[in-house]
């Protein structure tokens, strides 16, 4: 898959990496450039081999310093797509930032001085934070043109964090992709108040019910797929219920990773809460079954969740197995007592994935209740 991007970028006309590639064309069908995340995560992982970095990083560098594509080049500029410039500004900058970081990830894999700016791509990881408004808490669409006290544009007045539409974002509301910046979970929170104020506030996600008027006019987004104000069905915020692992509450994460595997999955020909887009569905079933999911690819590590399987062998592409056992599972016991990882106990609810690439075994022991130490 990676070899047929990078031949995309080698033959595409406008020599980017795939947006969304549709019978070897661009349709340009999403926003960002997520084609950089699948490749830095599988150069890191070790899945490229590593004489083909350099390529890899030339074409991602590439693809992220085309200014006619999508806003971008405001977004250089600005530190954010501007009101008013693009309808889907919040959600293309927060993208944007995410796939920037991804970029870094893979140059200070490869070599940090490849990069002729060194920090451009850190630096614009950051952007996220353009465009959260501290007063409400949640990302907003904000101007172009400078404030008289500030050095960013002025927020929009007229905005409805649960609308999907016309608000700044792509098939989703600022409920679901304020939440997203996977890369640095924890400077969210601390923006959003810390765990105090976070928690409750992601909980709240999960039990505010969120009328039919609030997504009737998104395309894929129907009652089926949604828990509360948590939209699971079009995936714009997957990665969520694996926050609570960044803050004081982690067992929250097992209790909720398990709530939507209950609710949002079942045998039968309408067994997926939503659209299946490219597989994300089935992809964050399978994960999220196993006990861990890649909350940030190219971070190098899993978040724990709460597995739901009685156990499971992975045979690796290498040769390796590794082996998920689970004791005392069943419909009660969703909270992890223990999590060891060939023998040791993790501290930590994160798996580093070159462990899981190196086979061994990860053994669960699950409870009723949570283990809060």
């Known amino acids: 898959m990676v070899q047929s991007m990078l031949a995309h970028y080698d033959q595409s006309a406008e020599h980017m990496l795939p947006v969304w590639s549709h019978y070897a064309n661009e349709n340009w069908c999403m926003s960002g450039y997520h084609s950089v995340s699948v490749i830095a995560d599988a150069v890191i992982s070790g899945v490229v081999p590593r004489d083909q970095a350099w390529r890899a990083l030339d074409a991602c560098v590439a693809t992220a310093r085309h200014r006619w594509f999508d806003g971008l080049g405001d977004y250089i ?7 008013g410039r693009s ?11 995410y796939d920037d970081w991804c970029i870094d990830q893979l140059a200070n894999f490869v070599d940090e001085s490849a990069l002729d700016n060194p920090t451009e791509f850190r630096d614009r990881a950051n952007n996220w934070q353009n465009v959260f408004d501290a007063r409400i808490g949640f990302m907003r669409p904000r101007a172009a043109t400078k404030s008289t006290s500030k050095d960013y544009g002025s927020f929009r007045e007229k905005f409805d964090v649960l609308s999907t539409n016309g608000q700044g974002f792509i098939e989703g509301n600022a409920w679901n992709y304020s939440l997203f910046v ?8 601390e923006y959003m108040g810390g ?11 999960f039990t505010t019910p969120l009328p039919d008027s609030f997504f009737a006019e998104t395309e894929d987004i129907t009652r089926e797929g949604i828990i509360g104000g948590y939209v699971h069905g079009n995936e714009p915020a ?14 929250k994460t097992q209790a909720q990773v398990r709530n939507i595997l209950a609710r949002q999955y079942h045998p039968g020909p309408d067994g997926l809460g939503g659209n299946d887009d490219c597989g994300q569905m ?3 079933y399978i994960f999220s079954a196993l006990g861990f999911y890649p909350v940030a690819p190219a ?3 899993y978040a724990l969740g709460s597995p739901l399987v009685q156990g499971a062998v992975l045979r690796l592409e290498n040769g390796k197995t590794f082996t998920v056992t689970v004791k005392n599972q069943g419909p009660k016991n969703v909270y992890v007592q223990s999590a060891r990882l060939n023998g040791k106990l993790l501290t930590q609810p994160f798996l580093p ?12 022991v699950m409870g009723a209740r949570p283990a809060r130490k």
């Open 77 to 83: 500029d600005y530190g954010y797509v501007p009101d």
């Open 87 to 97: 309808g889907t500004s919040v959600s293309t900058t927060l993208e944007y930032a």
């Open 182 to 189: 996977p890369h640095n979970p924890q400077a969210l929170i």
């Open 195 to 205: 765990n105090r104020r976070f928690v409750p506030h992601l909980d709240s996600l």
């Open 238 to 251: 997957h990665h969520v219920a694996y926050l609570y692992n960044w803050t004081d509450q982690p067992w």
């Open 282 to 284: 089935s992809a964050w």
């Open 299 to 301: 971070s190098g590590q």
């Open 353 to 364: 994935v070159a462990e899981v690439m190196g086979g061994g075994e990860l053994a669960f």
